[in-house]
């Protein structure tokens, strides 16, 4: 089983709708990350958090929204979908005892229409 | 100028012979550097890590820092087709001790 799990693994949504996508892991890492990933641009950052308490904005927060609900879990929500949020969304973890490396979900492809 | 910059390729070369892929950054006080492969729709696997200047091998792979040329680099020796994939690089700056910034990547194609 994978470290980092993401659900949905692929989702096509429609214009206007509110979507989470879903993380879990069994590392034990405090910390975790969501990102996108668009052709040519490489990862960006959208939100981060250190722990429960501790939310951040990355990035490209606008229109995204995280919720911490324990240490092993962390939600990203499309608030209101809209077309150019269609891109590869990856969740991932650090341990700062370990380093900045971050470990990665296998990844959600949103399609917005 | 991009904080971390790679050439986009695709880089080809023939199965058996050394791919070099390379990377720049622009924060001089960067910490720690990584190379990540991604093969197409799958998620970034962490190959290399090197934090000092120099040479790191790993088995067919060796990681190069240059801190004063702000450059890293990623040889993979006797390339193999399925090291055919998009390798990115990644740099912890200086101002933090939690994040990564990527470059866009590089696709390399090994030819049978």
């Known amino acids: 089983d994978a470290d980092v799990t993401q659900t949905p693994r692929n989702r096509i949504t429609k214009t206007g709708k509110r979507i989470m996508l879903e993380c879990s892991q069994t590392?034990?890492?405090?910390?975790m990350y969501w990102y996108r990933q668009d052709p040519g641009l490489g990862l960006r950052l959208i939100y981060y958090?250190?722990?429960?308490?501790?939310?951040n904005k990355g990035e490209i927060s606008d229109g995204y929204s995280v919720s911490r609900q324990a240490q092993a879990k962390f939600s990203l929500s499309l608030e209101s979908a809209i077309p150019n949020q269609t891109a590869l969304y990856f969740c991932?973890?650090?341990?700062?005892?370990?380093?900045?490396?971050?470990?990665f979900g296998q990844g959600t492809r949103l399609t917005v229409v | 100028q991009k904080e971390v910059e790679q050439n986009s390729g695709p880089l080809s070369v023939p199965e058996g012979a050394i791919a070099s892929l390379n990377c720049t950054y622009s924060d001089r006080g960067s910490q720690s550097f990584f190379w990540y492969r991604q093969y197409s729709g799958k998620s970034p696997e962490l190959i290399m890590s090197?934090?000092?200047?120099g040479d790191k091998e790993d088995g067919r792979f060796t990681a190069q820092l240059n801190k004063a040329s702000q450059y890293v680099s990623l040889l993979i020796r006797d390339s193999q087709p399925s090291d055919s994939a998009t390798y990115l690089c990644?740099?912890?700056?200086?101002?933090?001790?939690?994040?990564?910034?990527f470059g866009s990547g590089t696709r390399l194609l090994v030819r049978p």
């Open positions: 090197i934090y000092s200047n």
């Open positions: 991932a973890t650090s341990d700062p005892s370990q380093g900045p490396e971050a470990f």
């Open positions: 590392k034990g890492h405090d910390r």
């Open positions: 958090s250190f722990d429960v308490k501790d939310i």
């Open positions: 990644a740099v912890n700056p200086r101002d933090s001790s939690y994040k990564l910034i």
